[in-house]
């Protein structure tokens, strides 16, 4: 069970550097949230901005699943499935960012530390307008017209992953690929047109060209271009 114990903090640096400094001192499960964060981060050693009413939350785990694309299938369709209760139709940007309208509404960082996984969660919340990321990025205000406590989000996401939690691994890939954002998806890849074709069930993504295929790792490819232009 997730959830039994949750954090509250008014400003954290980042709630995946607090757990992973405080490892010890807590039990797998717990959740640790902060209404603003200092310096958020993102995948690839991105920032992630992280203004008050939004959603910032880190959630410790013990390692115990089969791979690592099982957290990175269970924290997405988690997800999905949570934003699906404020009437969001989200999908999943391979690995694991979360579309809206073609538009990233949240993000995940999945860290590991000694035996255990740090899942750090953002969810663009309130936000109005997003200057630069005008057409990469949306929130749920947006989305719906709509402002919600952040917490109603964590609590739903708390409550959907206590439900899925018996979720097998073939389950959590069925689920992962209905709610994909990328499979059929044209893409440049070094130059060369290709297609989306598959994501195995190791977390590979498959590739077609004319007459070849090949398999990349989520390190390996960024699939900038799939924003809504
Ligand atoms: C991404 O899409 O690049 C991942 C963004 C993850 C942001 C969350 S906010 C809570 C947790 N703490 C952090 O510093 N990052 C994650």
């Known amino acids: 069970m997730i959830g039994?114990?949750?954090?509250?903090?008014?400003?954290?640096?980042?709630?995946?550097?607090?757990?992973?400094?405080?490892?010890?001192?807590?039990?797998?499960?717990?959740?640790?949230?902060?209404?603003?964060q200092i310096s958020g981060k993102g995948r690839r050693g991105r920032t992630w901005i992280s203004n008050q009413g939004n959603l910032f939350f880190s959630l410790l785990l013990e390692k115990d699943y089969e791979s690592n694309f099982s957290y990175v299938m269970r924290a997405s369709t988690v997800l999905v499935r949570s934003l699906a209760e404020f009437g969001l139709d989200a999908k999943i940007k391979y690995p694991n960012d979360i579309m809206v309208r073609g538009r990233k509404i949240a993000g995940?960082?999945?860290?590991?530390k000694a035996d255990h996984i740090i899942i750090g969660v953002g969810v663009n919340v309130k936000e109005e307008k997003f200057e630069t990321l005008e057409k990469k990025a949306t929130s749920i205000k947006i989305e719906t017209g709509h402002i919600f406590d952040p917490l109603d989000i964590?609590?739903?996401?708390?409550?959907?992953?206590?439900?899925k939690l018996d979720d097998t691994e073939e389950q959590l890939y069925q689920k992962y690929l209905i709610h994909s954002?990328?499979?059929g998806k044209e893409i440049n890849y070094k130059g060369q047109k290709a297609t989306i074709t598959k994501i195995t069930r190791k977390g590979l993504l498959q590739i077609s060209f004319d007459d070849t295929?090949?398999?990349?790792?989520?390190d390996d490819i960024t699939l900038e271009e799939l924003y809504y232009d």
Do not use: P, W
């Open 213 to 218: 295929f090949r398999l990349v790792s989520m």
């Open 181 to 183: 954002y990328v499979i």
């Open 4 to 36: 039994k114990d949750i954090l509250f903090f008014n400003s954290l640096t980042s709630t995946n550097e607090y757990v992973k400094k405080h490892l010890d001192e807590l039990d797998a499960g717990t959740i640790v949230t902060a209404k603003q």
């Open 154 to 163: 964590l609590y739903a996401f708390v409550k959907s992953c206590n439900e």
């Open 108 to 112: 995940i960082l999945i860290e590991a």
